[in-house]
Each structure stands twice: as C-alpha cells, then as structure tokens.
C-alpha cells in the first residue's frame, strides 16, 4: 500500500468527504466490473456499486490505517453481488410461486366450466336425437362398444349400428354447423 492511499484512508476514517470521492472514483470502475461479471446485469452492478461505498462511507470508522481498501471493497462486492443473486433467485422463486396459486385456480375454473359446458351442450345435441340413434351412438361414441358388441346387446345387425350412428353424426355435424353458423352471423354482424 502506498503513502497516498493510506492518507486517503486516514482522511476518510476522520470522515472528509473529499477523500470518499477520491476512493470513488479510483475504485467504482474495479467494483462495478467485478459485479458486472458476478451479475452480468449492468442496473444491479450499479447498485451493488451505490450499496458498496455507502457501507464503506458508514464503516469508515472501523477501518484499518495501513488496510488494503481494494481487498476490503472486493469481499464487500462479493458478498453484495450475492446477495443480490439470492434475493433475484427469491423473487423469482416468490413470483413462480404467486403466480401458479392465480393460474392455477383460474385455469382449473375455467377447465371445470368449459367442461361442464360441453357436458351439457352433449347432452342437448344428444336429445335431439331419435331414441334408437342416441342409444347406439352413446354405447360406440361415449362408452367404447365396438358395433359387433352394440348389435348383441340391442338385438339389431352390425349393418343397422353402421347406418345408426351414420345418421347420428350426419345431424349432430348438422346441427353443429347451423349454430356456429348462427354465432358467426351474430358475431360479423355488429
């Protein structure tokens, strides 16, 4: 250590401002880049800067006169540096947290309603119907029967299961077309 620094260090333990700013201007450079290439974040480099010289200025009292300040503003860099990544990783950890308690009960509504919806909009569409035709489109469609398994257990032929849920899904596409069709021609004509 020089004659030089350890005055400026004597200077500043007596609490001269114009010796702070000397430090500060011989070190921010050397502080800043060893944050930067801790944080590789320029805004919070330049924090770690601020927080490391206001600590030196409210520290200056316990300093050392033949203390090696670079030594001194290195470990206190890195220890800011530090702690600013743990209180980032936090943040995000914090802000993950938060936002999978709002998504996750608005995504599980909306799931429930949308299902709820398409249960009832099933159910309407297959009300409408003919009775023999919702009952074997419900077995192949809904419950897995395959036609062979529908036939045996209505008593009817393969053929007729075919033809069934032929006309099933004819007028279920049908109906299916008209009221998106309406919903468009309601939508486009505002």
Request: hydrophobic share 45%; charged share 25%; aromatic share 12%.
């Amino acid at each position: 250590m020089d004659v030089k620094e350890s005055k400026l260090i004597d200077m500043l333990i007596e609490g001269r401002k114009s010796a702070f700013e000397q430090l500060y201007y011989s070190y921010s450079n050397r502080v800043f880049n060893l944050s930067f290439f801790l944080l590789k974040d320029t805004g919070w480099s330049e924090d770690v800067v601020q927080e490391v010289f206001v600590k030196l200025w409210e520290n200056r009292t316990s300093l050392q006169r033949n203390q090696n300040i670079w030594a001194y503003l290195y470990v206190m860099t890195r220890r800011h540096a530090l702690n600013k990544l743990r209180s980032v990783r936090r943040s995000n950890a914090c802000f993950e947290r938060l936002w999978m308690q709002f998504s996750e009960p608005e995504d599980s509504l909306h799931n429930a309603i949308a299902a709820k919806e398409l249960n009832e909009n099933i159910k309407r569409l297959l009300g409408l119907l003919p009775l023999q035709q919702r009952t074997v489109f419900s077995l192949s469609r809904l419950e897995g029967f395959s036609h062979q398994e529908i036939a045996e257990q209505l008593n009817i032929s393969r053929n007729t299961v075919k033809n069934h849920i032929v006309q099933a899904v004819k007028l279920l596409r049908n109906k299916i077309l008209h009221q998106n069709l309406f919903l468009l021609i309601v939508i486009f004509s505002f």
